[in-house]
């Protein structure tokens, strides 16, 4: 059974940073594009990241460009979400999916399995 599993979330202050995972099992994860959304309580979800199944593509929203970083590592099945200089703005519950696809999009509705997402809250 193909399985997504975040971890990595948590409190901390703002200008802190977190590094979040998504673990895959069930699959090869070598032939998946990997996506990181966000859902604040009241908004609509948001494409944060997202990195090409060779790992060799990727991209980012501009409200987190040249502060996370998106990162995969197929030989431990796992796709990492490197989180500095964290905002109060970037409060929210991160989910990674997954679809058989080379490409890169930030797009929620193409991706076919989703994990059960983790919560990041940064707050003083």
């Known amino acids: 059974q193909l399985q997504l599993v975040e971890s990595g979330g948590g409190l901390v202050q703002p200008g802190g940073s977190l590094r979040l995972s998504c673990a895959a099992s069930?699959?090869?994860?070598?032939?998946?594009?990997i996506g990181w959304f966000r859902q604040a309580p009241g908004k609509e979800r948001e494409g944060v990241s997202c990195?090409?199944?060779?790992?060799?593509?990727?991209s980012y929203a501009d409200s987190v460009k040249g502060r996370f970083t998106i990162s995969r590592d197929n030989a431990k099945k796992t796709v990492y979400l490197q989180m500095n200089s964290l905002k109060p703005e970037d409060t929210a519950v991160y989910y990674c999916?997954?679809?058989?696809?080379?490409?890169?999009?930030?797009?929620?509705?193409?991706?076919?399995?989703w994990g059960q997402g983790t919560q990041v809250t940064v707050s003083s």
């Open positions: 990195i090409s199944s060779s790992g060799s593509f990727s």
């Open positions: 999916a997954a679809r058989n696809f080379p490409g890169c999009l930030r797009v929620a509705g193409i991706y076919n399995y």
């Open positions: 069930g699959f090869t994860l070598t032939n998946y594009a």
